[in-house]
């Protein structure tokens, strides 16, 4: 489980994130909303160990980022809005790379990349250099090098544009699947989409947690006329 408290930031003297505080765990996909300029970003980089926090706590299965950061680190799989993926490199070559860099030992190496290239349905395209592959196929990538230590958290910072509906829907079955072994958080704005296999959302305004409502009871239609309606309400804060 992971665990927010009371966590604060601001980038000088202009407040990002005042006071949030949620919890969510291994089955959970949520999606993070709010406009933009609320700080969904700022929390994903925070939680990613990229930033960190003015105040608050944040505890993995009780383990506390700023006492033991590398072992926070191996529980968790970001994949930031843009990644800087490595175009001249084959998918393979790029994956093993990514894990020595996660310091994986030299000999479960060559298991990890095939097993998240399979998992993530880039074995046929494993020779190929990045930069020849579609943006769904390099999307893909970007998500096998997120999940190459397992993590039991994986950080999704606008993960859908520029994805055709095929896409798309390979994805989304992509990241069912992964909710079996990880929680999930993912920032967004499509909200269409993101109801059709999200089971809980957050709506971040003025730097807090402005509204938390589980998926599980709630017809899609009045979920997303909630949602817009909460996202319409805030104000930006960054």
């Known amino acids: 489980m992971l665990t927010v408290e009371h966590l604060s930031f601001s980038y000088g003297r202009t407040p990002v994130l005042r006071d949030v505080s949620?919890?969510?765990?291994?089955?959970?996909?949520?999606g993070l909303l709010g406009k933009n300029g609320t700080g969904k970003t700022t929390l994903l980089k925070i939680l990613a160990t990229s930033l960190m926090q003015d105040r608050g706590s944040i505890e993995l299965d009780q383990v506390d980022?700023?006492?033991?950061?590398?072992?926070?680190r191996s529980r968790i799989g970001y994949l930031p809005e843009k990644c800087p993926l490595?175009?001249?490199?084959?998918?393979?070559?790029?994956?093993?790379?990514?894990?020595?860099?996660k310091r994986e030992k030299t000999l479960r190496v060559n298991r990890r990349v095939r097993e998240v290239m399979a998992n993530c349905d880039l074995t046929e395209v494993a020779r190929k250099r990045i930069k020849t592959l579609s943006l769904g196929f390099q999307k893909r990538v970007a998500i096998a090098d997120a999940l190459l230590r397992k993590p039991s958290v994986l950080l999704l910072?606008?993960?859908?544009?520029?994805?055709?509906?095929?896409?798309?829907?390979?994805?989304?079955?992509?990241?069912?699947?992964?909710?079996?072994?990880?929680?999930?958080?993912i920032a967004g704005h499509e909200i269409s989409e993101l109801i059709t296999f999200c089971t809980r959302f957050l709506v971040l305004s003025n730097g807090l947690?402005?509204?938390?409502?589980?998926?599980?009871g709630t017809s899609p239609e009045q979920l997303k006329t909630q949602l817009e309606n909460a996202i319409r309400e805030t104000s930006e804060t960054a």
Do not use: N, W
């Open 22 to 30: 949620f919890q969510f765990e291994t089955g959970e996909i949520i």
């Open 86 to 101: 490595y175009p001249e490199m084959t998918v393979k070559e790029y994956l093993a790379y990514r894990d020595r860099l």
């Open 157 to 185: 910072d606008d993960l859908l544009p520029g994805l055709d509906i095929a896409q798309r829907s390979q994805i989304i079955e992509l990241l069912r699947g992964t909710a079996a072994r990880s929680a999930i958080l």
């Open 209 to 216: 947690i402005a509204l938390d409502i589980p998926v599980k």
């Open 65 to 72: 980022p700023l006492a033991t950061p590398i072992r926070y």
